[in-house]
């Protein structure tokens, strides 16, 4: 009923920018929030970004503070993440999620639905 499809990935130099994308299926879209998070080689997930049903509020990660930038298009069912200044320590598979839900100031528990994944590869 849930499908979550991550596209936008790909391989980039330090600096660079990349845009994904995550289209949904099945739920009312306008009424679910969404995140998005990462996992690079031989670490846990970790999220990333979170935007709320209406756009109106976003929470970012310190690590891609200032850096990235959560949004959503509610008419195209698709929540974006642009990244910009790319680092090294951005490489990981990007994973979109419906739902999220914030535990502290710090701490996100995903929500039960995933995409596969979009790769984000940035060289030295």
């Known amino acids: 009923q849930v499908q979550l499809v991550e596209s936008g990935g790909g391989l980039v130099q330090a600096g660079g920018s990349l845009r994904l994308s995550c289209s949904v299926s099945?739920?009312?879209?306008?009424?679910?929030?969404m995140g998005w998070f990462r996992q690079a080689p031989g670490k846990e997930r970790e999220f990333a970004a979170f935007i709320s049903y209406s756009g109106e509020y976003t929470d970012y990660a310190d690590s891609v503070e200032g850096r990235f930038t959560i949004s959503r298009d509610n008419g195209k069912r698709t929540v974006y993440l642009e990244m910009n200044s790319l680092k090294p320590e951005d490489t990981a598979v990007y994973y979109c999620n419906v739902n999220p839900v914030q535990l502290s100031d710090s701490t996100w528990r995903p929500g039960t639905f995933w995409g596969q994944g979009t790769q984000v590869t940035v060289s030295a």
């Open positions: 099945g739920p009312p879209f306008s009424m679910i929030n």
